[in-house]
């Protein structure tokens, strides 16, 4: 079975300071990962994925995020917060067979002036 | 068309009417899903079509919902007899092939209220 599991339903950060989004997930098969990001009244955006290539993947907007197996993670990160920034983030698992993805609950990220 | 485009994009039904929901994927991907998302929650798979067919509904959530694809283009989401729990935006998606590794390109959604 697979899941995802998004820690944190509400992050704040100052602007200017590090994000850290968490995501671990649980999954039979070697999955491939992926972070979505949603702005107010808009569709879901790719951020950037994983499909078993390198571990560290970088995304647009300067995120990235890092496959780490051992711990089951893909955290999403950005070294430096923009206002811009301020959406809801929601990380993505699927295996590499069958055609469904399973999505966390979410993490709204407020950026803090 | 360049993006996934969904129709309406705001419906407020009384409950017990039926609604139809439209979805226009990309053009050239095969593969289209229908989630929704509840207030506060995450997404919640409905059905996945390849084509025509749609080899996966195991998420439609009573025989309420049904959906449909026709041309491998346009699919539509009709859901009977609506109930106030049915009220969440219901997002489109396709993908080029239903690889995984291409990820979705998901529409603005439709915001359905039932009263």
């Known amino acids: 079975a697979q899941s995802v599991t998004q820690l944190g339903s509400h992050v704040s950060v100052s602007e200017g300071a590090l994000v850290l989004l968490r995501c671990n997930y649980s999954s039979s098969v070697p999955p491939y990962l992926f972070w979505y990001v949603q702005y107010p009244n808009q569709g879901l955006q790719l951020l950037l994925k994983y499909t078993s290539a390198a571990t560290l993947v970088k995304g647009i907007n300067g995120f990235e995020a890092e496959f780490k197996k051992s711990e089951t993670s893909f955290h999403l990160t950005k070294p430096s917060a923009h206002m811009s920034d301020a959406a809801e983030y929601f990380c993505a698992v699927t295996p590499n067979t069958g055609n469904q993805f399973y999505f966390g609950t979410g993490t709204s990220l407020t950026v803090i002036p | 068309g360049a993006g996934v485009s969904q129709s309406p994009s705001n419906k407020v039904t009384e409950k017990g009417k039926d609604v139809e929901l439209r979805c226009d994927p990309i053009s050239g991907h095969t593969a289209l899903y229908w989630y929704r998302q509840s207030l506060g929650q995450g997404l919640e798979f409905l059905i996945y079509?390849?084509?025509?067919?749609?080899?996966?509904k195991s998420g439609l959530p009573s025989d309420r919902f049904s959906a449909e694809r026709t041309g491998g283009s346009v699919s539509t989401l009709t859901i009977q007899r609506t109930q106030q729990e049915d009220s969440a935006v219901y997002r489109c998606?396709?993908?080029?092939?239903?690889?995984?590794?291409?990820?979705?390109?998901f529409g603005s959604g439709t915001r359905l209220t039932v009263v």
């Open positions: 998606a396709s993908s080029f092939s239903g690889l995984q590794g291409y990820g979705y390109t």
């Open positions: 079509f390849q084509g025509n067919s749609a080899p996966d």
